[in-house]
């Protein structure tokens, strides 16, 4: 694969390799128009940079304007942009329209390709998520790339879905379901899990993503908090009360804090007070995104500062 062959000294310091789409959020509100680095995988990709962890990013961009944009955003959090991400004639976007609330709805114009990877090492985490794992060609090399690293790291996968760029839902849904035998840890919203299962309440969902594979299901209902289950335990943990100021990139900023508790949760794996942490840390992570406009995740230390209990 392209970051394995041509990162020399740097591969060795990649804790996290994000592979999926990088874009611009061109976010339009009644204050006019905005443009920001964005993509799910990328906004995960930079929280967690934001967060300490070495990290890279295999994308897809253009050797454009927008594409030095995203660079120079990612390169602010000390992510690394692999090798092989400057491959689109253009830098992908898309186009938010953000209703009084702060919540969004977007109009993408976006392609997606890879080509085909063969990885010489693996991560401690891969992951990969939203458009890249749905829309051709690149879906393919995505899967691919999960099937040679299935049993080399731990493996985190977040559908992001926007039902705009996908096929029919049949389709979709299998796509989804054909990826969860590669994948440890599975996150989506409540609003991804009613648009795939529409007939299934929550809890019945995550028991499903567990049923095909995954270890930890998650499930995140914004105000409502977040479910996380395994095949032994079933948590949901309060949602972090913030003043909203959009809620562009609170999943991504969830879905980076998750990834750090994998990173950390020591030898206890996946048991209740495991799971509490990660839900909790990644809770309070989303809030803090929450609280100002764009996909803007907390820091390390502010995340640690708002864990602080009070004394």
């Known amino acids: 694969m392209h970051y394995l062959e041509s990162a020399g ?6 804790d996290v390799v994000v592979v999926g789409e990088a874009l611009i959020d061109v976010a339009t509100s009644p204050e006019g128009t905005s443009e920001y ?6 906004n995960v990709a930079y929280g967690l940079g934001r967060l300490g962890i070495n990290t890279g990013l295999l994308t897809a961009i253009g050797d454009d304007e927008r594409g030095a944009a995203i660079q120079r955003h990612l390169h602010s959090a000390g992510v690394t942009l692999l090798p092989g991400s400057y491959s689109l004639d253009r830098t992908p976007s898309a186009t938010a329209t953000l209703a009084p609330d702060g919540s969004a709805s977007y109009d993408f114009d976006i392609s997606w390709a890879l080509e085909p990877a063969a990885p010489a090492y693996a991560p401690k985490v891969l992951h990969t998520g ?12 995505v899967k691919s790339l999960l099937q040679q690293c299935q049993h080399e790291c731990t493996i985190t ?19 989804f379901e054909d990826l969860m035998h590669l994948t440890n840890v599975v996150k989506l919203s409540d609003e991804d899990a009613q648009w795939l299962y529409p007939r299934k309440d929550l809890d019945e969902t995550a028991a499903h993503i567990l049923g095909m594979g995954a270890d930890l299901a998650v499930i995140t209902k914004g105000s409502q908090g977040s479910l996380l289950a395994t095949a032994a335990t079933q948590l949901n943990i309060p949602s972090v009360t913030s003043r909203v100021a959009d809620t562009i990139g609170a999943g991504d900023s969830y879905m980076a804090a998750l990834i750090l508790g994998l990173l950390t ?12 942490q990660l839900g909790r840390t990644a809770s309070m992570a989303a809030s803090i995104t929450v609280r100002r406009p764009g996909a803007n995740p907390p820091t390390l230390e502010e995340l640690r500062s708002y864990l602080q209990p009070v004394s």
Not at 37 to 42: D, L, R, Y
Not at 158 to 174: C, F, K, Q, V, Y
């Open 130 to 141: 939203s458009i890249a794992t749905f829309l051709a060609p690149g879906a393919g090399a």
């Open 157 to 175: 996968y977040d559908p992001n879905i926007r039902p705009a760029l996908l096929g029919s839902h049949a389709e979709a849904t299998t796509i």
């Open 37 to 42: 680095p964005g993509g799910s995988p990328a």
């Open 265 to 276: 949760r020591g030898t206890d794996r996946l048991a209740p007070a495991v799971l509490e």
């Open 9 to 14: 000294p740097t591969r060795q310091l990649l």
